[in-house]
């Protein structure tokens, strides 16, 4: 029906409206938490190698030498390669639970995976002539290998947190302060690599040729999907 107003008319519905069904994200689809006991039996079943892979990872926290030591032994770089690739999606699904970027889960997992296949390429493309090949492989797998940590610490933290109830702002910011010294001691782990071939100049040049394309790419995604 119409009803008269000073500047025009209201038009009025006889019948009520449905309520707007509230979007629903990722995590609150029974599919994601399908996929995340999934990706959870699939890693439990690499438990040995797991616990492998574990015990030449924590020295590299406190030295850079193990990370170079990893790259000789071809089965552990095998076994890091693999498990990184196992924990990436339980790593973005816990981000996306934790509502740590504006894009939706697919685009955040596509997002990162162009950011690390960047690198990837940026390492094989990149001339090293000054750094030895086994100290290059260990100073581009640095972060791949530390993403191990990472990610266990970053289910970790949402599971615990989860468990308690504590409010999703306190931890957001706790995975970020997690992500913000993965990051930094990833690229301090890569410059002390590469500096033991070359001096402090060309260890500069050749971190910013490795992190800034992959970070403004992330970046960009971002800005742009969000």
């Known amino acids: ?14 019948e009520a409206l449905s309520p707007a069904s509230p979007e629903l994200s990722w995590t609150d689809n029974p599919a994601g938490g ?13 438990i040995k190698d797991f616990f492998i892979i574990w ?8 030295r850079w030498k193990p990370l170079v030591s990893l790259e ?13 690739g196992l924990l990436f999606l339980p790593f973005c699904l816990a981000a996306d639970w934790a509502g740590l970027t504006p894009l939706p889960l697919f685009q955040f997992v596509g997002a990162l995976a162009v950011t690390g296949l960047l690198k990837w390429a940026i390492s094989r493309i990149l001339s090293h002539k000054r750094v030895s090949q086994d100290n290059w ?3 581009t797998n640095a972060a791949f290998s530390l993403f191990i940590v990472l990610s266990v610490t970053a289910v970790l933290t949402v599971g ?3 468990a308690f109830k504590v409010v999703t702002d306190v931890v957001r910011i706790v995975l970020l302060v997690e992500i913000g010294l993965f990051w930094l001691l990833s ?4 410059a002390q690599i590469i500096n033991s071939n070359c ?7 050749y971190l910013c040729a490795l992190e800034l394309p992959p970070c403004a790419a992330l970046a960009a995604a971002i800005l742009y999907l969000g």
């Open 1 to 14: 029906m119409f009803q008269d107003f000073p500047n025009g008319l209201l038009w009025l519905s006889r």
């Open 34 to 46: 399908i996929l995340s006991v999934v990706c959870l039996l699939v890693a439990m079943c690499d």
């Open 55 to 62: 015990k030449p990872l924590m020295p590299a926290l406190a």
């Open 72 to 84: 000789y032994n071809m089965q552990l770089s095998r076994t890091r390669n693999r498990l990184a």
């Open 137 to 139: 492989n260990a100073a």
């Open 160 to 162: 615990i947190m989860g």
């Open 187 to 190: 690229t301090v782990r890569e």
């Open 199 to 205: 001096g402090p100049i060309r260890t500069f040049l």
